[in-house]
């Protein structure tokens, strides 16, 4: 039986359901010279600002348990020199390229989405999960402020965009109808959760910021919770699936939890080509169980009301 693993998201086709992470294939042409690109329905290149980020100081990456701790900073060269150094480097990669928008303000995320779109890349998506410099908040903590954002792209960008969100919203829901309602044509769930650790022989934290991103399989449970939350409420909303992903079944439960399709982020550090083993075991898994399309799973674990 061949298992079709072609999906839609939106207005997007992807040949695989698999996404690479932004933040963790760098800028993609250098990951490509390691990996087999040929397993991902799209990659995601690293999140680019209006000007040059200098990032954190270090220590900024650190293991915590079986996830990782991150504090990068969204260290970046800005839009002008990614435009000069990397974009030319994008074209015959072999699998699309999705850029990713960051800034301080609506207007600097508009910016730098006009400038990807020039760029060619297949999609944009917005990093709302990086800090508001204003107030130290999130963009993606706040329904309107997320919205407000994704407005400005939507006006400044007729290519596909997506919504990066974060588990550490209170209301996850009222965020991704937010952005939703203002064009975006999916949504990402999810982007890290906050969590920090101690070197108990230094009496410091591990990361010089104190806190920063926890991610790795920790993270699956609560993101899955986030895609299913979503997808019940918000049916008509593709879901991009992330967090700890590092098998078939994993994927399988995040599509059968709603998603259309799975990102892949921490695995790449331990793994740089884990996306052909796990494409095979969801292909396998699908096989075993009688699926002829990964898209059959899509949603297939939502309980209904008189269930619960």
């Given at each position: 039986m061949t298992v079709?693993?072609?999906v839609d998201l939106?207005?997007?086709?992807?040949?695989?359901?698999?996404v690479a992470a932004s933040g963790t294939v760098g800028s993609v042409w250098e990951f490509a010279r390691v990996a087999d690109v040929s397993a991902y329905g799209a990659m995601t290149a690293k999140s680019v600002s209006p000007d040059p980020w200098p990032g954190?100081?270090?220590p900024r990456l650190a293991p915590a348990g079986a996830g990782m701790l991150n504090a990068i900073g969204i260290q970046n060269p800005g839009i002008e020199a990614w435009l000069r150094e990397t974009a030319p480097r994008l074209r015959g990669i072999g699998c699309p390229v999705w850029g990713s928008a960051v800034g301080r303000t609506p207007d600097e995320f508009a910016h730098?989405?006009?400038k990807l779109d020039e760029a060619g890349v297949a999609a944009v998506e917005i990093n709302l999960s990086c800090p508001n410099l204003e107030d130290g908040r999130m963009f993606a903590l706040d329904p309107s402020r997320s919205g407000e954002v994704v407005a400005a792209v939507r006006a400044a960008t007729s290519a596909p965009i997506g919504a990066k969100l974060s588990p550490n919203a209170d209301d996850i829901v009222a965020v991704a109808e937010a952005c939703a309602a203002a064009g975006a044509d999916w949504v990402t769930l999810t982007n890290t959760i906050s969590g920090a650790s101690i070197?108990?022989?230094?009496?410091r934290p591990v990361l010089s910021s104190g806190a920063g991103g926890y991610s790795g399989p920790p993270l699956k449970p609560i993101a899955l919770r986030c895609v299913m939350e979503v997808a019940s409420r918000l049916p008509q909303l593709p879901i991009l699936g992330c967090g700890g992903v590092v098998s078939g079944r994993d994927v399988v439960e995040y599509l059968m939890a709603g998603a259309t399709a799975v990102g892949l982020g921490t695995i790449h550090f331990a793994d740089p080509r884990a996306a052909r083993r796990i494409l095979e075991e969801l292909v396998i898994w699908c096989e075993r169980h009688g699926v002829k399309a990964?898209?059959?799973?899509i949603g297939s674990a939502h309980v209904t009301k008189e269930e619960r």
């Open positions: 079709v693993t072609a939106g207005r997007l086709h992807l040949e695989t359901p698999l954190r100081r270090p730098v989405a006009a070197d108990v022989e230094t009496a990964v898209t059959d799973l």
